[in-house]
């Protein structure tokens, strides 16, 4: 059986699915491995390195698309080359069905099997698998450095002869992956950290990490049976609210991570909020892509508003590719190791496995 993958458009995206590590150990499962010519030497991985670990490279993208049994992508391939896979092939990736619906159905119609990556249950079987855990950790992390390099005073307090310099208040909006991440990356940097969430159990968490949990007035525990955080009442957004805009009154730096898969991000950091902050404070808004918590948030652009500087890429990870790749490519290969049967020889979708069935697009 073979596997394939092209890059993806390095103007949106510089990851790659497969690197050289993961590559033998593609090969030692007995599958082969097809790739193009220049897959990623624009993360200064060169294609000898590919070569050497067995994978065969082709000119043309068409080749290994339609030679390949399954088709390993960081995200849903372009219309064109969509045209161009056959039935009973494979695509596997971070597909997005909220938003490519249509593509995907289309995809079915033609008997080809599509497995979305983000859908993985929050199972312990499924967590050497889970892309949303190991990028947003990556992404969290980022954010973090890329607000405290645009934020314009030293972050821990520092004392000299001259006087002390305060540490730099950090509030961390959303503690999942990317959130607690966010709070430990500041934290070891010096800052003060508070964080908030509509899930109470992520306050032992944000604890843990030394960071201080903001704790809105009658919170109910707004949490999903996967994990994931739900949409909020309308009480509990308007006491949210009068919370955030007390305490943004002192705050240097926002790390905004909160998101509802599936839907729009929720709007959490109101204009009149940010007219309250500091002279100088910074957002950084890692749900832009999904409509920002910030209600200023413009995406790939740095808003001023008031004094304020309000940040949001497109996709961070561009920013992290190299790291962001290895841990993708390691994800993918357990979904595959579950998805390969050795003893056949083939791919097996048993849709009585749960991993199978809920990454399965139907």
Same mark, same amino acid.
Do not use: W
């Given at each position: 059986?073979?596997?394939?993958?092209? +890059?993806?458009?390095?103007?949106?995206? $510089?990851?790659?699915?497969? @690197? +050289?590590?993961?590559?033998?150990?593609?090969?030692?499962?007995?599958?082969?491995?097809?790739?193009?010519? %220049?897959?990623?030497?624009?993360?200064?991985?060169?294609?000898?390195?590919?070569?050497?670990?067995?994978?065969?490279?082709?000119?043309?993208?068409?080749?290994?698309?339609?030679?390949?049994?399954?088709?390993?992508?960081?995200?849903?391939?372009?219309? !064109?080359?969509?045209?161009?896979?056959?039935?009973?092939?494979?695509?596997?990736?971070?597909?997005?069905?909220?938003?490519?619906?249509?593509?995907?159905? %289309?995809?079915?119609?033609?008997?080809?099997?599509?497995?979305?990556?983000?859908?993985?249950?929050?199972?312990?079987? =499924?967590?050497?698998?889970?892309?949303?855990?190991?990028? =947003?950790?990556? !992404?969290?992390? $980022? #954010?973090?450095?890329?607000? /405290? #390099? !645009?934020?314009?005073? &030293?972050?821990?307090?520092?004392? @000299?002869? &001259?006087?002390?310099?305060?540490?730099?208040?950090?509030?961390?909006?959303?503690?999942?992956?990317?959130?607690?991440?966010?709070?430990? @990356? &500041? $934290?070891?940097?010096?800052?003060?950290?508070?964080?908030?969430?509509?899930?109470? &159990?992520?306050?032992?968490?944000?604890?843990?990490?030394?960071?201080?949990?903001?704790?809105?007035?009658?919170?109910?525990?707004?949490?999903?049976?996967?994990?994931?955080?739900?949409?909020?009442?309308?009480? /509990?957004?308007? $006491?949210?609210?009068?919370?955030?805009?007390?305490?943004?009154?002192?705050?240097?730096?926002?790390?905004?991570?909160?998101?509802?898969?599936?839907?729009?991000?929720?709007?959490?950091?109101?204009?009149?909020?940010?007219?309250?902050?500091?002279?100088?404070?910074?957002?950084?808004?890692?749900?832009?892509?999904?409509?920002?918590?910030?209600?200023? @948030?413009?995406?790939?652009?740095?808003?001023?508003?008031?004094?304020?500087?309000?940040?949001?890429? #497109?996709?961070?990870?561009?920013?992290?590719?190299?790291?962001?790749?290895?841990?993708?490519?390691?994800?993918?290969?357990?979904?595959?190791?579950?998805?390969?049967?050795?003893?056949?020889?083939?791919?097996?979708?048993?849709?009585?496995?749960?991993?199978?069935?809920?990454?399965?697009?139907?």
């Amino acid at each position: 059986m073979i596997i394939g993958s092209i +890059p993806e458009d390095i103007n949106i995206d $510089k990851r790659v699915a497969i @690197t +050289p590590e993961i590559l033998k150990k593609y090969k030692s499962l007995g599958l082969e491995v097809y790739l193009t010519k %220049n897959y990623a030497t624009h993360l200064g991985i060169l294609d000898k390195e590919y070569e050497e670990e067995g994978a065969t490279l082709f000119e043309n993208e068409d080749d290994v698309l339609s030679k390949s049994d399954a088709i390993l992508q960081m995200s849903i391939l372009n219309d !064109a080359n969509l045209k161009k896979l056959s039935s009973n092939q494979i695509l596997i990736g971070v597909l997005n069905p909220y938003v490519n619906e249509k593509k995907l159905k %289309n995809l079915k119609e033609q008997n080809i099997n599509c497995f979305s990556l983000e859908l993985l249950p929050r199972i312990t079987r =499924a967590q050497s698998m889970d892309i949303l855990s190991s990028q =947003a950790n990556l !992404a969290g992390y $980022k #954010a973090v450095v890329d607000s /405290f #390099a !645009a934020f314009q005073k &030293a972050i821990p307090m520092m004392m @000299t002869a &001259a006087g002390t310099i305060s540490a730099a208040k950090v509030l961390v909006v959303g503690a999942g992956v990317a959130g607690l991440q966010a709070i430990a @990356t &500041a $934290k070891r940097m010096g800052a003060i950290v508070f964080a908030t969430d509509v899930r109470m &159990a992520s306050k032992e968490q944000v604890e843990s990490l030394g960071g201080k949990f903001l704790i809105v007035d009658g919170a109910e525990n707004l949490e999903t049976e996967g994990g994931y955080a739900k949409e909020a009442s309308v009480e /509990f957004k308007k $006491k949210q609210e009068e919370l955030l805009k007390e305490t943004l009154k002192k705050i240097d730096i926002v790390i905004c991570t909160a998101l509802i898969p599936g839907k729009k991000a929720p709007l959490i950091i109101k204009k009149d909020m940010i007219d309250v902050m500091q002279n100088g404070s910074v957002i950084y808004d890692l749900a832009a892509i999904q409509g920002g918590n910030s209600e200023l @948030t413009k995406v790939n652009e740095i808003i001023e508003s008031n004094g304020v500087r309000i940040m949001g890429d #497109a996709n961070i990870l561009n920013k992290l590719p190299v790291s962001s790749s290895n841990l993708y490519a390691k994800n993918i290969f357990n979904f595959i190791s579950n998805l390969f049967s050795k003893e056949e020889k083939k791919f097996k979708i048993n849709l009585d496995d749960e991993i199978i069935e809920k990454t399965m697009v139907k």
